[in-house]
């Protein structure tokens, strides 16, 4: 399968969020432009198709930290290239997302924004150590809203230390309010070499999360959101076709510091290293997947959906019958899993504990 | 090379555990030149790669090696290295009856040590000649004249003949050397009389079958030989003899006084037993070598395949094992909870680790090893007695019972003073009935007790060690079988008994027991999607009980294109340990579990 998606990795950033273990650099520590040159040039080793591409999503790192020039290089080269592309998303955080960085990626065809959110607490945001406060979020939806850019997501992160009901409450209100058409809400998981795992940072314990979510999913279904995946709600239509990618299985392109990809059956990792990135050096790390690896990893993404996947889709990718494949390992998991409509998908109430499940899944 | 007797020294190394026996073996080796320096990996005579990642010595080895002493005259040592824990103190008796001479190890910063007597009362015992050398005076901690002082107070040591020396660095190694040659006696047998040789090791070699390491007491035997086993009567003619440098070399024969190998198409280790005496078929001795006895099991414990297609393969793992390991025995069984696997007996808990992790190692076999269990003795009213080696055989219903026994040791702790009063506390809480104190020196005691072996074999050690931070040393000696009130308790896992975690308690402390088991259980026993109650019971009465929580979230919050494969991994790896794990109805259960089942702590 050609890959129909391309992740492209902006590591720069203001200030290093407490929770961060993306690949990224201090601003101002590397030239942007001659990281762009890079990447560019990375791109034009991949051979992309002009009119393969359906998707593509900047991340990052922080991509609104680019200047408005810097910007206006990387969307209207992508724009220019893969005129096919149908969802375009990037990354931003709300104290660097103005209304002309705004209008120039509706210009370039940009058509879904991804807003850092995190909190309705500037306690909290500074906790997090984000460069934001909730005047800066609140001021970039309204200028998203005023120049009718209406597609965009907000993230937010659940579970800190001390978080109570009523800043969860807070933080709902506020996404809601803020009317975006895409929610994504984290659990907060402390990553090796985080600020908060330096500093022995411990998230809620599991009962208390899984309140918390109990919770969120009831009152943002109430307001019109349906979580299609584990973490991420939207307004029906408007889920992230870009990730669904990634949880569908299916191959993607990518460059940039440290970026992901998955082309023909292998994965590949750049290199963490922004000085031998800056000297033209992706060192890729590869990994073939095995069939029976493809058809795990096809599981783990595919059942993070509420929807599970098409027992079809199965068929038609391993040339085998799920459900007569998987007899024996089904079996021991009946109570939590679905069949309906020609989909497999577990129960909605057991995806957050969906590890236990795909640990009997996986042969 | 050929050696007369004045020329040959024959000598063992005996110390407390990690006192620097096998890294002193090294430097004589280095230092006489029977190695390469380049070829030197540390701690050379430990074969197993668990040897080498342990530290210590678990099977002896022996080797020759030639000195060229300041006389001018060159002389043949042949130099026995031994185990050094105490699940191995036959292997060390036997070791010892093939040399003249020891030296007798003490660490200079630590002084002497459980062990250190153990070895070296066993050595004279044997009558050889001590050399008391005193290891790692390079560190900053040592304390040379305290160990003077020791060794005079315990083994009456003359100071003086104390060397000091230093392993690692090689200080003090070539003085040493010296004093072997002109210190410990040269062997004296009769080369002209009937061949009388000791086994004092043995290895299975797939292509000349049996080595056995042998030292010739009186007599020689050459390639061609037709040699008798006196224990066992089997007779074999001899293909090949030699020495071990430690690489073999051939030899036409070996005489009196002589250490080497042999091989005679022996198939079966178990036809070997070390401490037996070969002698020549037409020509025998009268007398077998003293002191041999069957090495016996102490401690049995339950091994299954996790997967039962693979009940066959660890059949030959256990066969292909037992090849070199005479002291492990094992026979087929049954359970219910985990099918078709084999109980085996061990020396002792370290033995036991050893052998199941060379399964897992060299065999690549997934197993599961319940919980080990010494044998008890069960007298029933009807006069009849059955030895229960497996707990789950252990009657429920105790109304035919008459009495119960179970084998006891006596200890020996000794200890800084200032942790007396912890180890006692500790022998106390482990059944201990105190014998004796006395002080070596004035910082110094000596402590005895009688414990059930039941009591010592588990996590005694390890905890003798924590209550005294790491100074305590142990030794212990079975006396023989007691009676003693011991009861069975079962463990129930969501309402179904499982018969694996079945152990054999003190009646006495039955309560406390249950309730620490039951709560150690909840720990390592991972949530599922549903509350599991674990339950002890005792006949059908329940005495304690502990509820696993069903598990309420373990999803990744988010899995992108770079998440991917790192979360494959951690799930193939949780995956990897989940197989390890047995399933009673619905429950998984991990291996820890039944090890955790006795190493809880029920005073806490």
């Known amino acids: 399968m050609r890959p129909k998606s391309l992740y492209i990795h902006i590591p720069f950033c203001e200030k290093i969020c407490a929770y961060c273990d993306f690949a990224k650099v201090m601003n101002g520590t590397f030239s942007h432009m001659k990281y762009l040159a890079n990447l560019l040039k990375e791109l034009e080793e991949e051979e992309i198709p002009f009119d393969s591409l359906k998707t593509i999503y900047i991340g990052g790192g922080t991509p609104s930290c680019l200047t408005l020039d810097e910007l206006d290089l990387l969307l209207s080269y992508l724009y220019e290239h893969f005129p096919s592309v149908e969802e375009f998303t990037l990354e931003a955080n709300p104290e660097s997302l103005d209304k002309d960085k705004i209008r120039l990626c509706q210009m370039y065809g940009v058509n879904r924004i991804s807003l850092g959110a995190q909190a309705a607490s500037d306690d909290i945001l500074k906790t997090l150590n984000r460069n934001h406060r909730m005047k800066d979020l609140i001021r970039c939806c309204d200028d998203l809203h005023e120049l009718h850019f209406d597609n965009f997501n907000l993230d937010f992160i659940y579970g800190l230390p001390g978080m109570t009901k009523k800043d969860l409450d807070d933080d709902i209100e506020l996404s809601l309010k803020l009317k975006s058409k895409h929610l994504s809400y984290y659990s907060l998981q402390i990553e090796k070499g985080t600020m908060f795992y330096n500093k022995h940072i411990k998230a809620q314990d599991d009962e208390v999360m899984r309140e918390m979510y109990d919770y969120l999913i009831k009152k943002l279904h109430e307001a019109g959101f349906e979580r299609y995946e584990v973490s991420n709600f939207a307004i029906p239509g408007y889920e992230s076709r870009h990730n669904l990618t990634y949880w569908h299985d299916e191959p993607y392109y990518a460059v940039g510091l440290s970026a992901s990809g998955y082309i023909n059956q292998t994965r590949f990792t750049n290199t963490h290293s922004m000085t031998k990135y800056m000297k033209g050096l992706t060192d890729r790390a590869t990994e073939e997947i095995s069939s029976k690896s493809e058809e795990f990893e096809f599981l783990m993404l595919n059942l993070r959906l509420v929807s599970g996947f098409s027992l079809d889709k199965f068929k038609e990718r391993f040339h085998k019958d799920f459900l007569v494949s998987y007899q024996k390992e089904i079996k021991k998991v009946e109570e939590y899993v679905q069949v309906k409509d020609g989909y497999f998908a577990i129960k909605p109430e057991y995806l957050y504990t969906m590890d236990h499940i795909l640990l009997e899944l996986l042969k | ?604």
Do not use: W
């Open chain 2, 1 to 604: 090379m050929n050696f007369d007797q004045k020329h040959i020294r024959n000598f063992c190394v005996v110390a407390h555990i990690d006192h620097g026996k096998s890294t002193l073996c090294d430097r004589i080796l280095e230092k006489t030149g029977a190695v390469e320096l380049r070829d030197l990996q540390p701690q050379l005579l430990d074969d197993m790669s668990i040897e080498r990642e342990r530290g210590i010595t678990i099977k002896l080895n022996a080797v020759s090696v030639t000195y060229k002493a300041e006389d001018g005259d060159t002389y043949l040592f042949n130099l026995i290295d031994t185990p050094g824990h105490v699940d191995f103190t036959y292997e060390v008796s036997r070791s010892l009856s093939a040399c003249e001479g020891a030296i007798l190890i003490v660490d200079a910063t630590q002084g002497v040590q459980a062990q250190t007597l153990a070895n070296g009362y066993l050595a004279i015992d044997n009558g050889l000649e001590i050399l008391p050398v005193v290891n790692k005076v390079d560190l900053p901690s040592s304390n040379v004249e305290r160990c003077q002082l020791e060794l005079i107070d315990t083994l009456n040591i003359n100071p003086d003949k104390v060397m000091p020396v230093s392993a690692k660095t090689g200080v003090g190694v070539e003085h040493l050397l010296e004093h072997i040659v002109k210190d410990l006696p040269a062997p004296q047998g009769d080369p002209d009389k009937p061949l009388k040789a000791l086994i004092f090791d043995s290895k299975f070699d797939p292509y000349r079958g049996v080595i056995v390491l042998i030292r010739v007491m009186e007599g020689s035997v050459k390639v061609g030989d037709t040699i008798r086993l006196m224990h066992n009567d089997g007779i074999y003619r001899v293909t090949e003899v030699g020495i071990r440098t430690p690489k073999e070399q051939k030899q036409d024969s070996l005489s009196a006084g002589e250490v080497g190998y042999l091989a005679a198409s022996i198939k079966n280790i178990s036809d070997v037993q070390v401490g037996d005496t070969i002698t020549l078929d037409d020509n025998p001795t009268d007398k077998p070598m003293p002191g041999f006895r069957k090495v016996q099991p102490m401690v049995f414990a339950g091994l299954y395949p996790s997967d039962n297609k693979d009940f066959e393969n660890l059949k030959s793992a256990l066969e292909k094992l037992s090849l070199n390991d005479s002291a492990l025995v094992f026979e087929p069984e049954t359970s219910v909870a985990l099918g078709s696997g084999f109980r085996c007996g061990f020396l002792g808990l370290l033995h036991m680790e050893v052998v199941q992790e060379r399964i897992e190692e060299e065999f690549d076999l997934d197993i599961m090893c319940t919980a080990p269990s010494v044998v008890y003795e069960v007298h029933f009213t009807d006069g009849s007695m059955k030895m229960i080696q497996n707990p789950a055989d252990f009657p429920r219903d105790k109304t035919k019972v008459r009495s119960t026994s179970e084998p006891f040791a006596d200890v020996k702790v000794m200890v800084p003073k200032d942790y007396v009063g912890n180890v006692m506390t500790l022998c106390q809480n482990r059944r201990g009935e105190y014998d004796t104190m006395h002080y070596i020196d004035e910082t110094r005691v000596t402590l005895k007790y009688k414990m059930p072996l039941s009591e010592i074999v588990f996590d005694f050690f390890d905890k003798l060690k924590s209550v005294s931070q790491g100074y305590a040393s142990l030794d212990y000696e079975l006396i023989g079988y007691e009676v003693s009130n011991v009861v069975r308790m079962d463990i129930m896992l969501n309402g179904e008994t499982v018969d694996a975690l079945t152990t054999i308690v003190f009646e006495g402390s039955a309560y406390r027991r249950a309730r620490a088991v039951v709560d150690k259980l909840k720990d390592v026993i991972p949530k599922q999607q549903f509350e599991i109650p674990v339950q002890a019971c005792i006949g059908s009465k329940i005495i304690a009980r502990s509820d696993i929580k069903a598990v309420r979230k373990d999803v990744l919050a988010k899995c992108y294109g770079g998440d991917i494969s790192r979360k494959k991994k951690l799930l193939e790896k949780q995956k990897k340990g989940k197989k390890r794990m047995k399933e009673f109805g619905k429950v998984q259960v991990p291996q820890e579990a039944f090890i955790a089942m006795l190493t809880v702590d029920e005073n806490q």
